[in-house]
C-alpha cells in the first residue's frame, strides 16, 4: 500500500511547538503565507518539490546525544514497539520485539518512512488525527484496533495499537507505537 501521508498539519505542530508564525515558515519554504495556511487546513497538499522541503524542516531525527536514552529505552524494551517521527513516519527506534515480525532488519529501516506499510486503518487513524486535536497539543494518546497489511516486510497483525506522542530534544514530536495484546 503506498499512501502520501499529510505533511500540512505536521508542519502546523511543528511550527505551533516552536512558535514559528505562517510568515516566517513561508518564506523559509519560499512559498506564500496563503499556502502554509491551505497546507495546513488539509485544503491542499503540497507539491512534491515542496513536500521534500517540509519533511526535511519538520522530521525527528533522535540522532542526538540528548535522544539516546530514549532510544536505548525503546531498543531494549520487551514490549513490541517502535519510535517513529511523529510527521513523516520515519523510524526512529525499535525494540526486537517489535523487529522480530519483520523480515527487514531494524538498523536497515531506521530513517526510512514506515507509511508505505500503514494497514487500511492505521491510515484511518491518521486521518482522524487532525479532528482529534493531535496536531494541536503536544501530548497525545490514541488506541484502536488495526487489521493486518499483508505486507512480507514490515508486517502489521490485527491487534490494538497504541500511539503516544514523545517531545523529543530537538523541539520535533516522536510517536510510540506499541502492540498492546
Known amino acids: 500500500m503506498t499512501c502520501d501521508l499529510p505533511v500540512g498539519r ?6 505551533r511547538l516552536n512558535g514559528i508564525k505562517q510568515g516566517h515558515a513561508a518564506e523559509l519554504l519560499g512559498v506564500s503565507q496563503g499556502s ?3 497546507w495546513e487546513s ?28 530514549l532510544k536505548r529505552l525503546v531498543a531494549s524494551s520487551t514490549l513490541p514497539v517502535h519510535l ?7 523510524l526512529l527506534a525499535a525494540s526486537p520485539a517489535r523487529a522480530a515480525s519483520w523480515a527487514a532488519s531494524a538498523d536497515e529501516l531506521i ?3 514506515l507509511w508505505r506499510f500503514a494497514s487500511p486503518e492505521i491510515v484511518m487513524a491518521e486521518e ?12 497525545q494518546q490514541l488506541r484502536f484496533l488495526t487489521g493486518a ?16 506522542t ?7 514530536t516522536g510517536r510510540l507505537t506499541t502492540t498492546i495484546g
Not at 519538520?58 to 540528548?66: E, G, H, R, Y
Not at 517513529?84 to 520515519?90: G, I, K, L, Q, Y
Not at 482522524?128 to 501530548?139: E, K, N
Not at 514523545?166 to 523541539?171: C, F, H, N
Open 166 to 172: 514523545i517531545p523529543l530534544a530537538d523541539g520535533r
Open 42 to 69: 488539509g485544503a491542499h497538499e503540497p507539491e512534491a518539490c515542496h513536500r521534500d522541503r517540509i519533511i526535511e524542516w519538520i522530521a525527528a531525527q533522535a540522532n542526538n546525544d540528548a535522544d539516546a536514552a
Open 149 to 164: 497489511n499483508h505486507s512480507a516486510i514490515v508486517e502489521v497483525l490485527p491487534s490494538l495499537m497504541e500511539w503516544e
Open 128 to 139: 482522524s488525527l487532525y479532528d482529534r486535536g493531535w496536531f494541536d497539543r503536544p501530548c
Open 111 to 113: 530513517g526510512q518512512s
Open 10 to 15: 505536521a508542519l502546523r505542530r511543528f511550527r
Open 84 to 90: 517513529v517521527c511523529d510527521a513523516t513516519h520515519r
Open 36 to 38: 502554509i495556511s491551505r
